[in-house]
């Protein structure tokens, strides 16, 4: 693709830069849905982003993604080609032996992209993430691999941060972060190898801000963990001078508990070499308050998202005081 | 008489100045006379040769041969003189390379105009040419050579004959054969001869003698 | 030791200042020959590659309304949303540039790379930036210069693009991305109205001017082959000269080795100065030539090459490295010979071996066995390679056999010479041979190039002009853009003119080729005016009689086809009744009749129209169809001026043609300036003998000059041959395997006549200097050759 990299640089190192003319998250939020289940054009980031461990027909183990990004070169919508919106879409599916990723880019202003909150769809090119009454429906496909899903949240969504307000630096950048953790998904996934049909469960994470990062935070590690117990822990780690952590852990009814800096805790304990990187694919993860310390580990090393923006995203399998499974997405290891 | 140098002058310019060669040289020859030309190496006497064949120039004095002054001929007038009434014999390097021994022998004479084959092939049999006519200068040794160029400048029968040491290059045994052979046609052809030499022996064989010291006739 | 020995090398030149500068100037003039060739050759590569970057020419399938109508944003939308990765193009001519409006976000990533780069870049060009990105040679307002853009074009986005055309919503063509997701819908689902063109591989323009090319690079190859026997003879000259040398410090204990290193440093050293010297000049001259190179171009293929001369690593760097590489062949067989030689050696430069040595044997040898190899490659090459060691077989062969054929020739004339000075004239001019062999080979070879890319040119010019008659038989060429434009024509012009052609064409498969196929209508102007390469007897006839199909040459080499067979065409058997020579064309051509068209094709309407009527007519039917119509002047094309235009594109092509010739020349004409120049120390032994029996320094210099012009005269006529046979492997062989189609070829005696005067005036200029220094060497210079001193 054209698009440069540095666009979508700006997206994820970027994001330390000054959001002139652009809304600011700011504290109390209230959340109006559907409204918010759609675009904030406003901010200059935001994305809905759905990560799903999957079991297939065939017994082995799969991961998919599905993400819809938003980014504003001015704070502003427009019809036709001179909308400052672009869009990007990124699909993956992770097998435990291979990796198959595509993207999309488009801009808003004539169709090709976007998102409307009521009735829900979430669009680039021929993907989609729709809503109706009965379910949602997930679809992206590249040269070699497609996926078609339909997907049931049984649950409330969640709130990061205070209510929905999630910090992300010592200094006070900060973001709108809310999930839904509860999706039920099946469907089939189209493989080189074939088709296999595959049902599991999927997790939605809405985000949107101007700055989110501090302008000396160069990446991150996230983690969406589902214990077996029914439980969830969201947690992340900002790297920059200092390492800013946060995590919010998720009772099986959703109930929620926010964690300040301190708790959450990541350590790498394994490095695997991927796309000519060095990059932490075992991880021992710590939230001492909660009684949890697991180890985390990649389904399979090698899930990199060759893209605009490149980056490590895929589902990890947990052990230790709980065990269960997740997803990993680390940035910044360029 | 055939030859008569007048008060011959001539200066060469050399890394340390001029230099002068020759101040004032005079003398004769007459027709059938033989002179020696003698000197210590840098005294003058092979240029006094070239200025006598007309192959230079000297600054002041004259050259007169068969009463013409050659120093106030043309280039062509002194180019047509050298092809018919003077012939030279060099030390070495005389001959013509791109051509065959034959070719070398008949060119002056043909040059001059005077191509005479009976008389052509009685030098080549006298000189012991006969069996090399067809090969190059190069193919031949250096009394073979200098025969050649005898056999060139006999040919047209020139009225006087210069030689610069032309046996200077050759063995002992050789050299004797050739100058045997040099003197006696030059003999029998009635011309004058001037050969510059540094052997006493050999000047001594001739008519006359003459000395040249510090660019004069000592 | 080492600085020692050196200080005592390099003496030699700066004692002899003059065979310094020959050797350097002699690298230099064949360096700056061939990298002058080929930095035109590639800044017009580089602006085709920038042209099919831009515009994504031949390398993506496109899709674009049946009609020929512009479509909208909806339908671009409706297309990527159902799977189609395609993006948009919208362009137009502005002033003389030609604006292309893109989408960088969805473009191929082949395409544009111009607006790559940082944010900002994006930023300024697309959501409102309004950022016009523009080729070298195209001047607008506030537009960025960016050299990757193709020449005569300037770039912006589609939304800037669309508001400077005040074309809201119009899209004029999409490129379809290489890559394409596994589940789509059908494009006759989505967008029924478009069509896919499929990509034809490689730029088109690139390989329409490869014809073109075709030219330079042999002449480039040349250049380098006349250039390497200038730096061979320059460089062997420049060992013998020392031999005196390099014996003293032998035999003073310089060891041979570092000898041959010091010779080795020195010669590279040498050969690099000279090679970005070479490189320097080359630029001047492609500086000189391009902008004539870039208008020929621009005219013949409508292929647009920027006038403007960039400095390209190829060229420089292919440059330095002919200038080192040359050097080091040829000091390579140098620093062998003297590692072979003998202490002792003879201190002077060897004299030149009498004629007839084993040298002389070994070249006839090979150069009999190059010159079978031609011959047999002549009867059985096919392809491109085969046509080009041919061509080298030929040449190489041609240029080593040269001094054994001048040799029985000088012999000859030295047998059947009556004057003695005659007699020595030709001894002795077959005496210097082997010094002037060198010389004279890139002689023949300048002249060879000179006379076979001449007659090729020409061979082209002339059958290109009257291909042109053949194909512009109406008076008059009328474009339209939508079906009521045609309509609107053909009316009006109906009733006014002797007959209205319309001509319609498709693309589509035949035999596995792709093929335009064009429409005729039954009229006297192609039985006319057509001349087929083979044919049926009645080849009109039969082709209206519904049943028959002509084809073009390509077509049928390319697909083997061969008159009488037939070939399906969109679902109908035809039959092949004549196959006509379509010159310049790249792909195959097939022309049915215009009912059977109608037919087959019911949705193409024409676009074109060729209208016969009196010439003097003209003038008044195009201010009527502007008047009356609303055509643009643009639309309507004067068959007249096509061919002046055609004309003068091959008066620019001649210029540089003959630029060319007369460079080459120019550097033959020095190498024989610097062969005699160097041989003159050698001369004087073999002339004072010959002055001192009797020949005047005039009569000598007079001689010497003689005996160069008679060389070039005698070398001169092999040349032409020569060149015929290169001009005929060129055009029967090189093009044929190349592009499928055959030149006929023509001659053009004058022109040789004329080359020929070149060649003598350059040896003749090349004579004169060493000639008159001759004629004026003192008399005591010849004279020390006598000296007992020596």
Same mark, same amino acid.
């Given at each position: ?44 980031i ?15 183990d ?94 409330p969504?969640?709130f990061?941060g ?77 790297r ?14 959703g109930?929620t ?15 695997s ?57 680390m940035?910044?290891?360029? | ?17 001029p ?13 059938g ?5 003698t ?11 070239h200025l ?23 280039d ?97 045994d ?45 | ?27 230099a ?49 409706q ?8 993006s ?27 607006v790559?780069?940082d ?35 300037a ?10 055309l ?20 059908p ?16 730029s ?48 003073? &204990? @310089?060891?041979? %080795?570092? /000898?041959? =290193? ?6 590279m050293? !040498? #050969?690099? +100065?000279?090679? *970005?010297?070479?490189v ?65 050696? &003879? @201190?002077?430069? %060897?004299? /030149?071996? =009498? ?7 070994? !070249? #006839?040898? +090979?150069?009999g *066995? ?31 056999g ?20 005659t ?18 080979m890139?002689?023949? /070879? ?20 009257s ?49 335009d ?49 037939t ?32 037919s ?13 009527l ?32 055609s ?13 060319l010739?007369i ?15 160097t ?14 029996i ?5 009569q ?20 032409l041959?020569?060149g ?14 190349a592009?499928?189609?055959?030149l006929?070829?023509f001659?053009f ?42």
């Amino acid at each position: 693709m054209l698009m440069p990299a540095a666009v979508w640089a700006q997206g994820f190192a970027g994001l330390g830069e000054a959001a002139e003319g652009f809304a600011i998250p700011s504290a109390d939020p209230v959340f109006e849905f559907p409204a918010d289940d759609g675009a904030h054009p406003d901010y200059r980031i935001e994305w809905w982003y759905i990560t799903a461990n999957l079991t297939g027909d065939d017994g082995l183990d799969y991961g998919l993604q599905w993400t819809l990004f938003r980014t504003a070169l001015a704070p502003a919508e427009q019809d036709g080609w001179s909308s400052p919106q672009l869009w990007m879409g990124h699909a993956a599916v992770t097998t435990p032996t291979a990796h198959y990723v595509t993207e999309r880019l488009a801009r808003g202003g004539i169709g090709q992209a976007g998102v409307i909150a009521e009735p829900f769809e979430a669009w680039i090119d021929e993907w989609e993430f729709s809503d109706s009454d009965e379910a949602a429906r997930l679809r992206a496909a590249g040269s070699e691999f497609a996926f078609d899903m339909t997907m049931k949240a049984d649950g409330p969504r969640v709130f990061h941060g205070d209510r929905g307000y999630s910090v992300k630096s010592a200094s006070g950048q900060a973001s709108y972060y809310f999930s839904q953790p509860f999706f039920d998904i099946e469907g089939m996934l189209q493989l080189p190898d074939g088709n296999v049909r595959v049902t599991g469960d999927a997790w939605l994470d809405r985000e949107w801000s101007s700055q989110p990062l501090a302008s000396d935070q160069t990446g991150w590690d996230w983690f969406s963990l589902s214990f077996d117990d029914g439980a969830k822990l969201m947690g992340f780690a900002l790297r920059g001078a200092q390492v800013y952590a946060q995590a919010t852990l998720i009772d099986p009814d959703g109930q929620t508990k926010a964690y300040p800096d301190g708790a959450f805790t990541a350590a790498p304990l394994d490095f695997s070499d991927v796309a000519g990187r060095s990059v932490p694919t075992k991880w021992r993860v710590t939230l001492a308050d909660a009684g949890i310390d697991v180890t985390v580990g990649a389904l399979n090393t090698q899930s990199w998202m060759e893209t605009s923006v490149p980056y490590w995203e895929g589902p990890v399998r947990v052990s230790g005081t709980h065990s269960g499974r997740g997803y990993l997405e680390m940035t910044g290891y360029e | 008489m055939l030859l008569r140098v007048e008060k011959i002058h001539k200066t060469f310019d050399t890394a340390d100045g001029p230099f002068a060669v020759l101040r004032g040289v005079d003398l004769t020859l007459a027709g059938g006379d033989s002179l020696a030309l003698t000197g210590e190496s840098g005294s003058g006497k092979s240029t006094l040769l070239h200025l006598i064949g007309g192959l230079d120039l000297p600054d002041a004095g004259q050259v007169v041969i068969d009463g013409v002054d050659i120093a106030a001929m043309d280039d062509a007038g002194r180019a047509s003189m050298r092809r018919g009434a003077v012939g030279v014999v060099f030390q070495q390097f005389n001959l013509i390379p791109s051509l065959t021994v034959s070719a070398n022998i008949a060119f002056q004479a043909r040059l001059a105009g005077r191509h005479d084959p009976d008389w052509i092939d009685a030098l080549t049999q006298r000189l012991g040419l006969t069996a090399q006519l067809n090969k190059y200068p190069e193919q031949l040794s250096g009394g073979q050579q200098q025969r050649v160029a005898i056999a060139r400048t006999i040919a047209p029968r020139p009225r006087l004959v210069l030689a610069d040491e032309p046996t200077g290059n050759l063995d002992e045994d050789t050299a004797a054969e050739v100058m045997e052979l040099l003197l006696s046609l030059v003999a029998e052809t009635g011309a004058g001869l001037l050969m510059v030499t540094h052997s006493m022996a050999l000047a001594d064989r001739l008519d006359h003698r003459v000395h040249l010291r510090a660019g004069r006739i000592a | 030791m080492i600085r020692a020995t050196y200080a005592a090398l390099w003496g030699h030149w700066w004692r002899n200042p003059l065979q310094l500068f020959t050797l350097l100037a002699g690298l230099a003039l064949a360096t700056a020959l061939w990298s002058g060739v080929q930095a035109i050759n590639a800044e017009a590569r580089a602006s085709y590659d920038a042209a099919a970057a831009t515009l994504g020419e031949g390398q993506f399938d496109r899709l674009i309304r049946r009609d020929g109508l512009p479509m909208t944003d909806t339908t671009y939308v409706q297309l990527r949303r159902a799977g189609w990765l395609v993006s948009p193009v919208i362009e137009s001519r502005v002033a003389n540039a030609r604006l292309v409006g893109i989408d960088p976000l969805t473009a191929p990533g082949a395409l544009a790379p111009m607006v790559s780069g940082d944010i900002a870049g994006l930023q300024d060009f697309i959501a409102g930036g309004g950022r016009v990105v523009a080729a070298p040679d195209v001047v607008i307002d506030g537009a960025k210069t960016d050299p990757a853009v193709a020449a005569g074009t300037a770039i912006a986005d589609i939304a800037t693009v669309q508001a400077l055309l005040n074309r809201a919503g119009e899209i004029d063509l999409l490129i379809v991305d290489p890559e394409q997701p596994i589940n789509q819908m059908p494009l006759a689902q989505v967008a029924p109205e478009l069509s896919r063109q499929t990509a034809q591989g490689g730029s088109d323009i690139a390989r329409l001017t490869d014809s073109f090319h075709l030219n330079l690079t042999a002449f480039g190859l040349l250049s380098f082959a006349v250039g390497i026997f200038i730096v061979h003879g320059a460089i062997g000259l420049a060992f013998e000269q020392r031999r005196g040398t390099i014996r003293s410090l032998r035999a003073l &204990g @310089a060891p041979l %080795r570092l /000898l041959i =290193i010091l010779m080795a440093t020195e010669l590279m050293t !040498l #050969a690099l +100065v000279a090679g *970005v010297i070479g490189v320097g000049l080359g630029y001047l001259v492609a500086g000189a030539l391009l902008p004539d190179v870039a208008a020929t171009l621009r005219g013949l293929y409508g292929a647009e090459v920027s006038g403007v001369l960039q400095l390209r690593p190829i060229w420089w760097v292919s440059g330095i490295v002919i200038a080192l590489g040359g050097t080091a062949i040829a000091g390579g067989a140098a620093l062998w010979k003297l590692s072979r030689m003998p202490l002792l050696a &003879g @201190a002077q430069p %060897r004299a /030149l071996a =009498i004629a007839g040595g084993r040298t002389v044997k070994m !070249l #006839a040898v +090979v150069s009999g *066995v190059l010159l079978t190899t031609a011959a047999i490659l002549a009867m059985t090459a096919t392809g491109v390679i085969g046509g080009f060691i041919l061509l080298g077989a030929l040449l190489v062969g041609a240029a080593l056999g040269l001094p054994v054929v001048l040799r029985v020739i000088l012999q000859y004339a030295e047998s059947r010479s009556k004057g003695v000075v005659t007699g020595w004239f030709w001894a002795d001019t077959r005496q210097q041979l082997p010094g002037l062999s060198l010389a004279l080979m890139a002689l023949l /070879l300048a002249m060879t190039a000179n006379i076979g890319v001449s007659t090729m040119v020409s061979s082209f010019r002339l059958t290109f002009v009257s291909f042109l008659d053949q194909r512009l038989a109406s008076e008059l060429y009328v474009n339209v853009e939508t079906p009521t434009q045609a309509e609107a024509v053909v009316a009006y012009t109906t009733p006014r003119v002797d007959a209205v052609l319309p001509l319609m064409s498709t693309k589509l498969q035949v035999a596995g080729w792709p093929v335009d196929l064009l429409s005729a209508r039954d009229h006297a102007t192609y039985r006319d005016n057509w001349q087929m390469l083979f044919a049926t007897q009645r080849p009109w006839d039969d082709l209206h009689e519904g049943a028959g199909i002509l084809i073009n040459e390509q077509l049928a080499r390319g697909a083997g086809i061969e008159i009488g067979e037939t070939v399906l065409v969109a679902g109908k058997d035809l039959s092949v009744v004549g196959i006509y020579g379509d010159y310049g064309n790249p792909i195959g051509q097939a022309i049915i009749a215009e009912t059977l068209f109608q037919s087959l094709f019911p949705d193409v309407v024409p676009t074109r129209f060729g209208i016969r009527l009196p010439v003097h007519d003209t003038a008044d039917l195009v201010a009527g169809l502007e008047r009356d119509v609303g055509l643009p002047e643009a639309a309507m094309i004067n068959q007249a001026s096509i061919k002046a235009l055609s004309l003068g594109v091959f008066d620019r092509t001649f210029t540089v043609t003959t630029a060319l010739n007369i460079l080459t020349l120019a550097v033959a004409g020095f190498a024989i300036l610097m062969s005699l120049l160097t041989l003159t120390s050698m001369r004087t032994p073999q002339l004072a003998p010959a002055w001192a029996i009797g020949l005047t320094r005039f009569q000598l210099g007079r001689l010497e000059l003689l005996r160069t012009v008679m060389l070039a005269l005698l070398t001169g006529a092999l040349a032409l041959p020569l060149g015929l046979t290169l001009a005929w492997v060129l055009l029967a062989v090189v093009n044929v395997a190349a592009f499928g189609w055959r030149l006929p070829m023509f001659f053009f005696p004058w022109e040789y006549a004329r080359l020929g005067g070149f060649a003598v005036i350059a040896a003749g200029l090349a004579a004169m200097w060493p000639a008159v220094r001759l004629a004026r060497t003192p008399p005591a210079e010849l004279l020390k050759v006598f000296s007992s001193e020596r």
